[in-house]
């Protein structure tokens, strides 16, 4: 293993930064953390967590960053690639595994052996069909990698039984507005595209896609398609797939590219089989995605519930209601107090509605009477008209500093890490008590107690999905294992519950056994039969969903 000298933790921006819009909001180009999240100058302050944690787990020690250790690259750069490929300790080091909790801790200790053998950045379709076929030749692996924020272990390059080495293919350079078709509103894309680039060539021309997921500073057009990414709006069009018009990959065995309609009745949507393929069967390249014009109406409002039962109550009766708020987040009590929303023991439901149309009183009035019925209460009151309000910032902020925050626990020895899922509302009652008293059960005997929450991150006539955190003690040197079992009982109680193991988190590697179980046994035989046709030699990102 090669160490670098000094830290070497962090590594400045490209061009197509993801670090210069916030939610619309400009800011400068930041500096790039190498084994935690986003850029080095938004990490949140290490006094500030510990001062949310110390009341929970007693003061902790902080872990600083180790250098990163990068094995040495077992294949030379093809003569084809010299001119987009590269075999540097850092660049490799940056494509080495995506943002999960085990990733960042072996990140912040400096291990990076799983770093790809090759790193590979084509400017165009050529030179990308040209890196497939190459990678054939010489019995490389291929992982595409968007912006790496993958916290399911999808983008950790990993070889087959017939590869010699692995190559991870970046498509940060294929990051441009092709077309905009302002009458239909639709506009094509390239795949590598950040989200902050792309809210900023489509806000030049008075459009937004608005598809924020929490990555969104941190990933692309094409990586939120290929995990079919959950976004910003809790009901209605909550998942990339309700954007995506058609779309472009480059496979192994040539071209697929499915043709633009606003919908069609025509057999099985070809769509389907790219949206949540997980680079498995090709790269995407391109998409026609449905944009809307920038909202200039906004109205929201935070309401309490002393009763977490009645507020589920309450939040089932807006999600059926046909009001499709833009914002419908109910956070239990514990949720909204780690968030520092609200610290009086109450749950709270974040509503909020936009649009580029019409002023939207009579919509946030009849939510929150609905609201009032099941006995919450909005203390702040309703802000409504051009401006955001405030009704849900504090929530907004916390939920973007999440990951940041997430570090900083690391480093004080707490393993903390998020699971998501979706199930009815006649299961919710449920799961809720099974998964949190599974969850507080598990880290009482793995890490000697801790902390479980719950929010909604979206909302559905037939159900919601929930989205808990934990929190425990980490013993040093065993903090994987710790996590291992912990993840295992969380998907283990999930899947008893009557839960799907992912709503919007992926698949990859992490959440495969239960994956496995859960999708029908003829499914997983036909989309064999299609990775065999589409990539016969194997080489995209074996391990993730199929063998």
Known sequence: MRHYPGLGVANKTPANSPSIWMFGRLRAVSTRNLWGWGDLEAA???????????????PSEVESASAPRVPRSKVEVPAELKGFASTADLERAAHAMGKGYPDRVRGLRGDFSAAPDLVVTPTNERELTLTLEIA???RLS???????????????????????????????????????????????????VFG???????????????HYPQSFEFSTLGGWIATRAGGHFATVLTHIDDFVESVRMVTPRGLFETKRFPSSGAGVD???LVIGSEGTLGVITEA???????????????IHFENYERAVEATRAIAQSGLSPSNCRLLDSQEAMINGVTFDGSSVLVLGFESADHPLDAWIDRAVALAESFG???????????????????????????????????RLGIVADTFETACTWTAFPALYAAVTEAMRAGLEQICGGGVVTCRFTHVYPDGPAPYFTFLGRAKKGAELEQWAEIKKIAGDALAKAGG???HHHAVGRTHRPWYDNERPDLFATSLRAVKRELDPAGVLNPGVLID
């Open 44 to 58: 949140v302050s290490l006094d500030e967590t510990q001062g949310r944690v110390e009341p929970f787990f007693g």
């Open 136 to 138: 054939e030749r010489e």
């Open 142 to 192: 291929v992982t595409p990698f968007g912006g790496g924020s993958s916290v399911v272990g999808g983008v950790e390059p990993k070889l087959g039984a017939n590869h010699r080495g692995s190559l991870s293919l970046d498509l940060a350079k294929l990051g441009r507005l092709l077309e905009l078709d302002e009458v239909s509103q639709v506009a094509r894309l390239e795949a590598g």
């Open 196 to 210: 902050p680039a792309l809210e900023q060539q489509l806000g030049a021309r008075g459009f937004t896609l608005r």
């Open 270 to 272: 070809p769509n389907r």
């Open 288 to 302: 026609w995605m449905r944009v809307r014009p920038r909202p200039t109406f906004r109205a929201g409002a935070s």
């Open 376 to 410: 919450g209460t909005c203390p702040r009151g309703k802000t409504s008209g051009s401006r955001p309000g405030d009704a849900g910032e504090s929530w907004r902020a916390s939920f973007l500093k999440g990951p940041y925050l997430q570090d900083a626990m690391i």
């Open 500 to 502: 799907t193991i992912t």
